[in-house]
Nanobody, 123 residues
């Protein structure tokens, strides 16, 4: 399994921005599809977005226009740029790797997960 480590979470006021990073341990990172998920207090984990090995992205409707996903294969890192944050974005954010390169909205399709990073948006 790939080791993934998220960073960049924190406390921000509504309307603010954060950039989450997810660093991977494997040199084959460039072939993976990478997903971002989040889990709000008392709720199940939900899909946020993914980026394919070729850089194509897909974002869930509630974050579209506010969040972007990018990747730097040389650094083996994927990013989640979050702008115009809202209190409802408060959650633990997880990155996940799909080692076969098949991007998916389904968490069960991902092979490896990071430990998560907390994002808290105050109103």
């Amino acid at each position: 399994q790939v080791r993934l480590e998220e960073s960049g979470g924190g406390l921000v006021q509504a309307g603010g921005s954060l950039r989450l990073s997810c660093a991977a341990s494997e040199r084959t990172f460039s072939s993976y599809a990478m997903g971002w998920f989040r889990q709000a207090p008392g709720k199940g984990r939900e899909f946020v977005g993914y980026i394919t090995w070729s850089g194509r992205t897909y974002l869930e409707d509630s974050v579209k226009g506010r969040f972007t996903i990018s990747r730097d294969n040389a650094e083996k890192t994927v990013y989640l740029q979050m702008n115009n944050l809202k209190p409802e974005d408060t959650a633990i954010y997880y990155c996940a790797a799909q080692e076969d390169g098949i991007a998916s909205l389904q968490e069960g399709e991902y092979n490896s997960w990071g430990q998560g990073t907390q994002v808290t948006v105050s109103s």
